[in-house]
């Protein structure tokens, strides 16, 4: 996966230009974080044009909330933040859907996973995704964004509301659980 866009000190610098330099900032943004947005919300949401869907959401609610950023998190953890909302508004809606069908998703992940245009066909990256779908909800989302997303403990409690022992007790039994399955081999 991408590392960490939020390393360099510039995002910041770019997120607050304005006039025509503000579309400039918000491409060269988008540029840093759109892969890191997807890759978080392809985890929460499981398919390929519902996590496309919600991380041009976020973009877009990115562009038109920018002037209210006031710095008092890191951007990352704002950006993430709008992300995640804009997940879970997905989420209700699957939900409501589902209810209105009475007839749950009969596709299985692993042909959702197969469609996807990002997805490779590495086996590893397979039994990792398998893995990763018999986490709770919670842990999945931590685990994402301290495995993948490399966000500090600290940044994904503020993110998700809850303490920094908490979200590290979390990575801790979801990670335990990506190992004992993968060393399983179960499916």
Not at 48 to 62: G, I, L
């Amino acid at each position: 996966m991408q590392g960490n866009p939020s390393q360099p000190d510039w995002l910041e610098d770019l997120v607050h230009a304005t006039g025509l330099k503000r579309e400039q900032a918000f491409a060269a943004m988008m540029g840093a974080w759109h892969v890191p947005i997807y890759s978080f919300l392809r985890s929460m949401l499981n398919e390929h044009d519902d996590a496309a869907d919600a991380t041009q959401e976020t973009f877009v609610q990115v562009f038109r909330s920018i002037a209210t950023f006031r710095g008092e998190a890191k951007f990352s953890t704002w950006l993430h933040t709008i992300a995640r909302r804009k997940g879970l508004d997905a989420l209700r809606s699957r939900k409501q859907l589902a209810l209105r069908n009475a007839h749950p998703d009969a596709s299985d992940w692993e042909a959702r996973l197969e469609a996807d245009p990002f997805f490779d066909g590495d086996e590893a990256e397979c039994k990792l995704y398998a893995a990763l779908q018999l986490l709770p909800a919670r842990q999945r989302e931590v685990f994402t964004l301290r495995y993948f997303q490399e966000m500090a403990y600290a940044d994904i409690a503020e993110l998700i509301g809850t303490s920094e022992g908490s979200a590290k007790a979390s990575y801790f039994h979801a990670k335990n659980k990506v190992q004992a399955h993968l060393i399983s081999g179960t499916d």
